[in-house]
C-alpha cells in the first residue's frame, strides 16, 4: 500500500504565495512521475505540474511563471511553490505519484492519488 500524504494548503491574500508538499510512503518501489493536479467543484481534475524522476517539469499555461514544482526524490517527496496567487488558483489541489511495479519479467505503472489539500485565495 502506498499514501501520499499533502500539506501547506490554507488562506493566503491574492499575491501571496504558498507551499504544498507530498510526501509519499509504504510499499514504494520507484517513482517515475509526481504532480500536482486541482479541481474545482463541478470540473474536470486539472493538471498544474508535473515533474519527472529525471527533473523534467511541465506546466499548465495558467500557472507557467508563477508555480514551480520540485522534488526530493530521496525523500519521496515533491513540492509545489506557489507565488502570485489569484482568486481563480483557489480549490483543492491534489498530488500524484506514478510508480512503476515489476513482477517477473512484467512491469508496469500505477497511479496513486493524496487526500486533497485546500488553497484558497482572498481577493
Known amino acids: 500500500q502506498v499514501q501520499l500524504v499533502e500539506s501547506g494548503g490554507g488562506l493566503v491574500q491574492a499575491g501571496g504565495s504558498l507551499r504544498l508538499s507530498c510526501a509519499a510512503s509504504g510499499s514504494i518501489f520507484s517513482i517515475n512521475a509526481m504532480g500536482w493536479y486541482r479541481q474545482a467543484p463541478g470540473k474536470q481534475r486539472e493538471m498544474v505540474a508535473t515533474?519527472?524522476?529525471?527533473?523534467?517539469?511541465n506546466y499548465a499555461d495558467s500557472v507557467k511563471g508563477r508555480f514551480t514544482i520540485s522534488r526530493d526524490n530521496a525523500k519521496n517527496t515533491v513540492y509545489l511553490q506557489m507565488n502570485g496567487l489569484k482568486a481563480e488558483d483557489t480549490t483543492v489541489y491534489y498530488c500524484n505519484a506514478e510508480m512503476n511495479r515489476r513482477y517477473g519479467s512484467t512491469s508496469w505503472s500505477e497511479h496513486y492519488w493524496g487526500q486533497g489539500t485546500l488553497v484558497t485565495v482572498s481577493s
Open positions: 515533474i519527472t524522476s529525471g527533473g523534467s517539469t
